[in-house]
């Protein structure tokens, strides 16, 4: 049975950089790309509004949380155990947890119970998107069924993952006979199925290279940016239906024969099945968040303002006018420099009061308070000009204003003259001590500055539920599409004793542009005498609303820094606009689902006990965004040349003979052609990664002065 192509795919019948889908404005129908610029950008959040989803998570973690966190007693309890966190200091708890945050939490963790205690699921980190945990959604029996489907992937030779030290053992993996722009046979005219699929071995056309476009917009929409595509390699997903909101593959899933190892899909479907609420609220959260205008509607701590707090009004505001403070840490030179004043200007080391020998000068004499006042008038009047002079100076020259007159001065007594005019001295020690002057003078009106100006961390608002208040959890999901397309890959790590401890990997998001992926499941189904592992996750934050609407004083960077946690100077190895939301734990039997705007990150782990061997198996399967289909197996016939043996065209020819022919074609191909292309495939892809990274670092923070 052959079924109608679909039609519009990428590289087949499209070009390489179209998004399929309505074009419904800045992102069109398709899922916004985390590298693609001006795509995606997560509200940014304050560093106690992270303290406080950290400790949101770390609850939700806690056997019976739900039912707990309604036992005033027991949330007693934790908020003693959370201030031994606060005490270490670690980030992001360095900001301090007030009553009022924990209390937020508290109400957001009882509204989450209650969704949970109905379904299963949570959300946790959620802002703009939100990382999805379940340790329920698959039950034990389907649990056990894994085991047993994937045991005999396991048997004969092992397929160790390049690169990984013998510890990453690939089951199923799309790396190995993906699809190959000009080598891979691909079908135009008609759709293949699990049924018919064997029978197409060998057919079909030479996929052709893609041609280079130039990146602009054309009829099919927004364009992909085509140094982050591959024109040589896609990983090849698998067709799914539902049927009665029940998973089925339709095509098969690359690098798992149909007949051969036909028992593990029907397990596969159903832990789709368990995973599609998830998918489903992921998808919807990013996709909600693209049309919402203001950033701060998923934020539970706004704050738009340095929060500075003057504890030294008669220096910064003199005249003690509303509106009218001057906060600056070149004020300090008013302390540091009592020269630059007069007489009769106000001296704020005295706080406004009268000095002593002031009280015994005429005091019953009216006129002199007439003139006091004019005095006072007077001074006002030079303490703007001066504000002003100093002000300009700062501008002019920031670190040498300070010692303009001492230098001068110097300069004038004790410096080498020539025609009455003082010249510089040969010895180089002097300019030395000049700029060490210069360096300390401007610490210690910083540090002046920092302590006098103390920043207040901002409070929660009023509180509001932000999460997802509900699941679908009985389907439909993404019932607008007839079908839906993933790709599948089962891997274990396993530790021994000569080899007890996996470093962890690197910072990504799955996939290449080729693939368009949505959304990734993890379900740990099998964990065996391994320390305790997390995945991180992390997201590009919206620089361009933080740069042009937080409020601060020129230069002075330091309370975006302390609030939000970032780091602004340009450069800088750690400038990247960018959040890191925390960390989840992969225990065993829990589903994770997520969004691929996210980068996400596996931490090491190590044998719990190191005379034994251990391991951690999963499953991983990736959503194609459905608003953009690619090619699948439905348009690929098999390329493995064993699957098959002899395909019926050549069953007169003796077998030998057979393989020497195959051998020689272009598709399908054998096990060590394979993995040639499969280190190929490795390779492009970790330049992909770094160029992926470089644009993710390359978005700044960029505080323009004002």
């Known amino acids: 049975m052959t079924t109608a192509p679909r039609v519009g795919l990428p590289g087949l019948d499209a070009p390489l950089t179209k998004y399929v889908g309505k074009y419904l404005g800045k992102y069109g129908g398709a899922f916004p790309s985390a590298v693609q610029e001006g795509q995606w950008q997560s509200n940014t959040i304050t560093t106690r509004e992270r303290a406080m989803l950290w400790f949101i998570n770390t609850i939700t973690d806690k056997p019976e949380w739900d039912r707990k966190v309604f ?88 397929d160790w993952h390049p690169g990984s030290d013998d510890k990453v053992l690939d089951l199923v993996h799309p790396s190995l006979w993906p699809l190959v722009y000009g080598r891979t046979h691909v079908l135009k005219d008609k759709e293949i199925n699990l049924d018919n699929c064997l029978d197409a071995y060998g057919s079909g056309d030479a996929l052709p290279l893609p041609t280079n476009e130039p990146e602009q917009e054309n009829k099919w929409g927004p364009p992909a940016v085509e140094r982050l595509l591959s024109t040589k390699f896609q990983w090849l997903p698998a067709e799914v239906e539902f049927v009665d909101n029940k998973a089925k593959f339709t095509s098969y899933i690359n690098n798992l024969h149909p007949k051969h190892q036909a028992e593990v899909y029907p397990v596969v479907e159903d832990l789709l099945t368990a995973a599609m609420p998830l998918f489903q609220a992921t998808y919807d959260r990013v996709m909600s968040w693209t049309a919402v205008e203001d950033e701060m509607v998923r934020t539970r701590v706004p704050c738009m303002t340095s929060n500075r707090q003057c504890t030294t009004p008669m220096i910064c505001n003199p005249k003690n006018k509303e509106g009218n403070y001057w906060c600056s840490s070149y004020n300090h030179t008013y302390i540091a420099h009592p020269e630059r004043r007069r007489d009769d200007s106000p001296n704020p080391e005295n706080d406004g009061e009268e000095d002593e020998d002031d009280d015994d000068d005429d005091n019953d004499n009216d006129d002199d308070d007439e003139d006091n006042d004019n005095d006072n008038d007077d001074g006002e009047d030079y303490l703007d000009a001066l504000m002003e002079e100093i002000e300009q100076d700062r501008i002019a020259n920031p670190t040498e204003a300070a010692n303009t007159e001492a230098t001068t001065t110097e300069g004038a007594a004790g410096g080498a ?25 401007w610490e210690a009106q910083e540090a002046w500055f ?47 004793p000569e080899k007890p401890t996996y470093d962890g990997g690197s910072w990504h998001i799955e996939g290449q542009l080729n693939e368009r992926i949505c959304a990734t499941a993890l379900y740990y189904y099998d964990n065996d005498n391994i320390t305790e592992s997390k995945l991180g996750f992390r997201t590009v934050a919206d620089r361009e609303e933080m740069t042009c609407n937080f409020e601060y004083d020129q230069g002075d960077h330091e309370p975006f820094k302390q609030i939000y946690g970032a780091n602004v100077e340009m450069g800088d190895e750690d400038s990247a606009a960018q959040q890191h939301h925390g960390d989840v734990v992969t225990s065993e039997g829990r589903l994770l689902v997520f969004p691929n705007v996210y980068q996400h990150r596996v931490s090491g782990f190590e044998l719990a006990d190191k005379t034994k061997p251990g391991h951690r198996k999963i499953v991983a399967i990736f959503l194609v965004d459905p608003n953009t289909p690619v090619i699948s197996t439905a348009n690929v016939p098999p390329q493995q040349i064993h699957w098959c043996g002899i395909a019926p065209v050549d069953n007169k020819l003796p077998p030998e003979i057979a393989e020497m022919v195959y051998s020689e074609l272009p598709c399908p191909y054998n096990l060590d052609t394979a993995k040639k292309i499969r280190e190929e495939l490795i390779e492009e892809r970790k330049t992909l990664d770094v160029k992926t990274d470089e644009l993710v670092r390359y978005a700044e923070w960029s505080f323009c002065e004002h």
């Not at 003259?417 to 300390?440: F, I, M, R, W």
């Not at 509900?470 to 274990?492: S, Y």
């Open 71 to 158: 036992d005033d007693t027991i949330v007693a309890k934790w908020r003693a155990e959370l201030d031994t966190f606060v005490a270490t200091g670690l980030e992001p708890l360095d900001r301090g947890f007030t009553n009022e945050m924990y209390d937020y939490c508290i109400k957001e963790l009882r509204d989450k119970a209650k969704v949970h205690q109905e379904t299963g699921l949570v959300a946790v980190f959620d802002a703009a998107g939100a990382v999805f945990k379940s340790d329920t959604a698959v039950s034990q029996t389907l649990r056990d069924a894994l085991r047993k489907a994937a045991a005999p992937l396991e048997e004969g030779d092992k």
């Open 417 to 441: 003259t020539e025609n009455g005019v003082a010249v510089a001295n040969d010895n180089d020690d002097d300019d030395e001590d000049d700029e060490s002057d210069d360096d300390d003078n």
């Open 450 to 496: 920092n302590e006098t100006h103390p920043i207040k961390q901002p409070e929660p608002k009023e509180y509001e539920y932000l999460g997802v208040k509900e699941f679908n959890t009985a389907g439909p999901w993404f019932p607008e599409h007839k079908r839906l397309q993933v790709i599948v890959k089962l891997a274990n790590i396993h530790l021994t």
